[in-house]
């Protein structure tokens, strides 16, 4: 007889499931979505409406930090197997870009180059336990983020708790 008081019912996890799509799969499926919910909102933002700071291609400093640690890949593969292809990267002088959602459901996920340490800003504004946290952001020395682990470690905490923006973003 087995006993079941003490057993918790686990249900399937149904959210943050990988659909491991390939990248003609995840195309598909981005137009099927843009179709069926007749967006008019584009993947990018025309050039003309970009602001003062905001460039097309990031500084090499920025670019090869990125590269680094990997991290670009990383977003790319949440976008496609997780969004759905309906992230926008917006690319920074200084820093990397994923947005996604619309109105007040509008979430981002942030990568600044600064002074040679790769910051990843948090939802939290406080400091956290980890050593690297400044409050607002965690600050990765070159030695981290080279460091895929971490790298990951910390994409997947913003995954699950994204910068929420207000609707004046």
């Known amino acids: 007889m087995v006993d079941r008081r003490n057993q ?18 995840g195309a598909m499926i981005q137009q099927m979505i843009r179709e069926g919910s007749n967006s008019s909102r584009e993947l990018y933002i025309p050039e003309q409406d970009l ?63 600064a002074d040679g340490k790769l910051l990843f800003e948090t939802s939290h504004n406080k400091q956290c336990d980890k050593p690297y946290c400044n409050g607002t952001h965690h ?15 910390e994409l997947a905490e913003l995954f699950r708790r994204p910068v929420y923006e207000s609707p004046d973003d």
């Open 51 to 113: 602001a003062q700071e905001a460039t097309t291609h990031l500084s090499p400093e920025a670019e090869q930090m990125i590269a680094d640690s990997r991290a670009r890949d990383i977003l790319h593969m949440f976008n496609r197997d997780y969004l759905y292809g309906q992230g926008r990267f917006d690319e920074y002088r200084d820093g990397l870009l994923l947005k996604w959602g619309d109105g007040y459901s509008r979430k981002h996920i942030w990568l600044s180059v």
């Open 139 to 153: 600050v990765l020395s070159k030695e981290q983020y080279t460091n895929l682990d971490i790298v990951n470690q």
């Open 8 to 25: 918790k019912a686990k249900k399937p996890s149904i959210l943050g499931q990988s659909h491991g799509l390939s990248d003609g799969e």
